[in-house]
């Protein structure tokens, strides 16, 4: 009896998804991370930064604000919280009325609360100020991680991840560098340095919003900036990418996620497992935004604003390196479990290391290693969810793994606060960092990781550049 069954075309053969890219494939790749990338990456940046700035105004701000260790960390709990909840309505929202005008509201309106935060007068007015920023940062993260999905192959996504989200190294190295400046106007037209920090870094979010209006575009079909040729080449890479998924073992059919109700769906014990391991990690991410200036000025005693500036940007230049190479040797051996594990425990290593070493002779050398592991991951980690979660529900799926997670990051800086009340040193709080990442390498371990397509060979891993600001340069095939 011959077989009925309609033959695959050559164009989305699973067998052929691993050839060289087309010259066509190449050029709208390339204009993908050129046109979209760039402007992403300088959008995080001051995302990020009005995220963490508040780390290095306590370095002043504290003492005149009369604020403690713990209250300072409540500030920035009460901001993750407001983060964890609105993240998920913020990426509904986005769904409906778009990437393009919700991304540009969200920005205009944390821009004006983060600027604001320069005129809080006590706790109770910084505890506000910093919930409303939460409020309207919560959806930008997880809604440009579901945006990216709409634009990049599964093949490419966690360079374009990690490309995206080495914002994070970068605005931390630059940051800290210009903070330390910016709290040297001390005094300048009757300013504290604290209130001309949030100024000059919270006002260029409502000017990059009104940018976004008039650069980004909902989807690839609605991008005047990709031709017809441009459209067709991407949309049969995005069609490879359904037709090629591979599900691991035990991982629940495609014709039996149709059947299941969205919220089913999501709430899945991988969905689940994703959660807790980006819980462990956030605790670590958060520590480090926010309490690496006052954990340095205690290891530094006596330096300037300026002198721990450039102590918290060194170990940024290793990031930034980092996550590049990271991510790409990831995505060439399409291997995601020990590419987004591994970091946990050098992170976990470094951190323990920080609480051992001499600080009068090396003050810096913990913090090398575990802001170099930590956040490279990022990119890596991302890859994964996307492949578990179908197209209709990956908004809220992304929404609900990076908001739930994001719990850590409202529990370490409480938690790390109050153990620095409670014993004096920040030693203890840099274990209880490292023992939540040792736990998130085990989950990372336990997932059923699925692989998306094979290994690629040598010929097919042949690679364009494609060259970004800042000396950055991400390899593409």
């Known amino acids: 009896?011959?077989?009925?069954?309609?033959?695959?075309?050559?164009?989305?053969?699973?067998?052929?998804?691993?050839?060289?890219?087309?010259?066509?494939?190449?050029?709208?790749?390339?204009?993908?991370?050129?046109?979209?990338?760039?402007?992403?990456?300088?959008?995080?940046?001051?995302?990020?930064?009005?995220?963490?700035?508040?780390?290095?105004?306590?370095?002043?701000?504290?003492?005149?604000?009369?604020?403690?260790?713990?209250?300072?960390?409540?500030?920035?709990?009460?901001?993750?919280?407001?983060?964890?909840?609105?993240?998920?309505?913020?990426n509904i929202m986005l769904s409906i009325v778009g990437a393009r005008r919700w991304i540009a509201t969200i920005m205009v309106l944390w821009g004006i609360a983060s600027t604001a935060t320069m005129f809080a007068t006590g706790p109770t007015s910084l505890y506000?100020?910093?919930?409303?920023?939460?409020?309207?940062?919560?959806?930008?993260?997880?809604?440009?991680?579901?945006?990216?999905?709409?634009?990049?192959?599964?093949y490419f996504r966690a360079r374009a991840n990690?490309?995206?989200?080495?914002?994070?190294?970068?605005?931390?190295?630059?940051?800290?560098?210009?903070?330390?400046?910016?709290?040297?106007?001390?005094?300048?037209?009757?300013?504290?340095?604290?209130q001309w920090l949030f100024l000059l870094e919270g006002f260029p979010s409502v000017l990059l919003g009104v940018m976004v209006w008039f650069w980004l575009d909902d989807s690839p079909d609605k991008a005047k900036w990709l031709t017809k040729e441009d459209k067709k080449c991407l949309q049969e890479m995005m069609d490879n990418d359904r037709l090629t998924l591979v599900q691991p073992e035990g991982a629940i059919s495609h014709h039996a996620m149709q059947q299941r109700s969205m919220w089913r769906e999501i709430f899945t014990p991988v969905v689940m497992m994703y959660t807790l391991a980006y819980f462990c990690l956030t605790n670590t991410l958060s520590a480090i935004s926010i309490w690496t200036p006052q954990i340095l000025q205690s290891f530094n005693q006596g330096s300037?604003?300026?002198?721990?500036?450039?102590?918290?940007?060194?170990?940024?230049?290793?990031?930034?390196?980092?996550?590049?190479?990271?991510?790409?040797?990831?995505?060439?051996?399409?291997?995601?479990?020990?590419?987004?594990?591994?970091?946990?425990?050098f992170a976990a290593a470094g951190w323990l290391l920080a609480s051992a070493t001499d600080h009068k002779h090396d003050p810096d050398a913990g913090d090398h290693y575990g802001f170099d592991r930590i956040i490279q991951r990022n990119g890596d980690f991302w890859t994964t969810p996307d492949q578990s979660i179908s197209l209709r529900a990956r908004a809220i799926g992304i929404a609900v793994i990076n908001a739930t997670g994001n719990i850590g990051s409202?529990?370490?800086?409480?938690?790390?606060?109050?153990?620095?009340?409670?014993?004096?040193?920040?030693?203890?709080?840099l274990w209880f960092v490292?023992?939540?990442?040792?736990?998130?390498?085990?989950?990372?371990?336990?997932?059923?990781?699925?692989?998306?397509?094979?290994?690629?060979?040598?010929?097919?891993?042949?690679?364009?550049?494609?060259?970004?600001?800042?000396?950055?340069?991400?390899?593409?095939?």
């Not at 604003?305 to 230049?317: D, E, K, S």
């Not at 409202?410 to 709080?429: E, Q, V």
């Open 162 to 194: 990690a490309l995206f989200m080495v914002a994070m190294p970068v605005t931390t190295a630059l940051g800290s560098i210009v903070s330390g400046y910016i709290l040297s106007l001390d005094g300048v037209m009757a300013l504290k340095g604290w």
């Open 410 to 429: 409202a529990l370490s800086p409480f938690m790390i606060g109050w153990l620095k009340d409670l014993t004096g040193s920040f030693n203890s709080g």
């Open 304 to 345: 300037s604003n300026i002198t721990i500036g450039l102590l918290a940007a060194v170990p940024q230049i290793c990031t930034i390196l980092g996550m590049i190479y990271w991510s790409r040797h990831s995505d060439r051996r399409q291997e995601r479990r020990h590419h987004t594990a591994l970091p946990y425990l």
């Open 1 to 90: 009896m011959s077989d009925t069954s309609p033959a695959i075309p050559e164009s989305i053969d699973p067998a052929n998804q691993h050839k060289a890219l087309t010259a066509g494939q190449q050029a709208v790749i390339k204009k993908l991370f050129r046109r979209l990338i760039v402007f992403l990456f300088v959008l995080f940046i001051f995302s990020f930064l009005d995220r963490i700035n508040i780390g290095f105004a306590g370095l002043t701000m504290g003492r005149d604000l009369g604020l403690s260790a713990t209250m300072f960390g409540l500030a920035t709990t009460l901001f993750y919280a407001a983060y964890v909840i609105f993240g998920i309505p913020s």
């Open 434 to 477: 490292a023992t939540l990442l040792v736990i998130g390498a085990g989950i990372i371990w336990a997932i059923p990781m699925q692989s998306s397509r094979p290994r690629a060979t040598r010929k097919e891993r042949r690679c364009v550049t494609v060259r970004l600001p800042i000396l950055i340069s991400a390899r593409v095939r």
């Open 128 to 154: 506000v100020l910093r919930i409303l920023v939460g409020i309207t940062e919560a959806g930008f993260l997880p809604g440009i991680l579901l945006y990216l999905t709409f634009w990049f192959p599964a």
